[in-house]
């Protein structure tokens, strides 16, 4: 099949995507601009998404895209036309992407090669065990027989190498910084690199330039896996990451209180609004279960995670029960997964990483 005839077949699909606010499709309705294939079948496209339009229409288009037998990879590009308007024009300045004098158009996020499929993992605020999740994730997929790595995306608080129980500073070979590796996955963190007292007192670009090193100059190898801890909230590290390399899916991590489903569901709007697939929501300190009579017991608010996928429309992908000796085991290096893999809660992570490698699984093929 021609590139052309891909092109073409990618648009057919794309107009079964219906924008409920304008009642047409996305096509008839004049919001994709610029679809165009390459040789390997990636395919890319502009997305115009105005405020008043469903942020899941990007992951619509997405997916529809994705369907079409023979497309490998797709990149949308999300513009907001409105937004463009109201930005002020500068003075003397050159004309961007849209038209708009003197701001260059957004980074455009690359498939890296052998990174293989990119899980963010994210919470809208911080305490939620954000960073557990993520390390037993990784060393449940790694246990399974992947090969995994595990990027430390939270500059301002980067609790990898603890969890991890990993010291020192990573070598440099050839150009190439060299991650650490315990527990079979191989890690980068800003932890690492500097003091564990030095503040980390940094704006946008010092942190985007930071993301992109630890993807682009570090030596990962060939993985199956690449999940990055992101920090809480909707800043510039969620930004950064999303404008420079293609992320498969994103993990959105609560407890079952109210003020932290509020805060993850700006967060799960935030990736949809980027055109990010979220792919389910994990809810950390569910529950405690007596290790004694075995009494489950609910410590806070119960189903707040469940609401919050419910009303995402996408799946809870597991309740991790609160575990006595847990924080501990973390503090000392020991993912639950690996130190006590019977416990309720690391039986809970693994089936998690179990559900999160099926559904990643379905998307397309990474870029080798």
Known sequence: MSQTELAQQVTEALRAVVNPRRGTDIIAADMVKDVAVDQGGGVSFTFLLTREDPGSLAREARKAAQSVPGVTAVRVNIHDPQAEARRPSVAGGRGGAGGQPGVPPPPTPQE????????????????????????????ALAAAGHRVGLMDADVYGPNIPRMFGVEGKPEVVQGKIQPLEAHGVKLMSLGFIVERDAPAIWRGPIIMKIIGQFLKDVAWGQLDYFLVDLPPGTGDAQLSLAQTVTIHAALIVTTPQE?????????????????????????????????????????????????????????????????????????????????QPGSPAAVALTAIAGRVADALARSPAPAT
């Open 112 to 139: 890296i090669p052998g990174l293989g499929r990119v899980l963010a993992i994210s919470s809208g605020k911080g305490g939620v065990g954000k960073s557990t999740v993520s390390a037993n994730l990784a060393a």
């Open 259 to 339: 003020m932290a489903v509020g805060d993850s569901l700006r967060g799960a709007k935030m990736f949809e609004r980027v055109g990010i697939k979220v792919l389910g929501i994990v809810e950390n300190m569910s529950f405690y279960v007596c290790p004694h009579c075995g009494e489950r017991s609910e410590v806070f608010l119960a189903g707040g995670g469940g609401r919050l996928a419910t009303e995402l429309g996408i799946p809870l992908l597991g309740q991790v029960p609160l575990q006595a000796g847990m924080p501990d085991l973390a503090d000392s290096g020991k993912p639950i997964v690996v130190a």
